[in-house]
C-alpha cells in the first residue's frame, strides 16, 4: 500500500494574490510568547469542523490544504 505525501506549503501557490511560498500552517489556540508569528498564522481559540488548515501571510486568504494543488 502506498501513500500519497501532500505537497510542501512552500511548493504551493496561493489561490488569491498567486503567489508561491507564501502560504502557512494555522495553530488554533491561544499564542504563547514564544509563538513564531512569521512561520505559522494564529487561527483563534476555538476550533470548529471545516476551519481552515492553511492562510497566506501576503493576502490574508484561508483555506484547506488538502483542496490545494502542486503547481
Do not use: N
Not at 10 to 25: D, E, G, M, N, S
Not at 53 to 60: L, N
Amino acid at each position: 500500500m502506498t501513500t500519497k505525501r501532500r505537497p510542501a506549503l512552500r511548493t504551493l501557490i496561493c489561490p488569491q494574490c498567486l503567489q508561491k511560498a507564501v502560504l502557512q500552517r494555522i495553530l488554533y489556540g491561544m499564542p504563547g510568547s514564544d509563538f513564531d508569528f512569521k512561520k505559522y498564522a494564529v487561527g483563534g481559540c476555538l476550533v470548529e469542523p471545516m476551519q481552515p488548515d492553511i492562510a497566506c501571510r501576503e493576502c490574508g486568504w484561508r483555506g484547506h490544504r488538502d483542496s490545494m494543488e502542486d503547481l
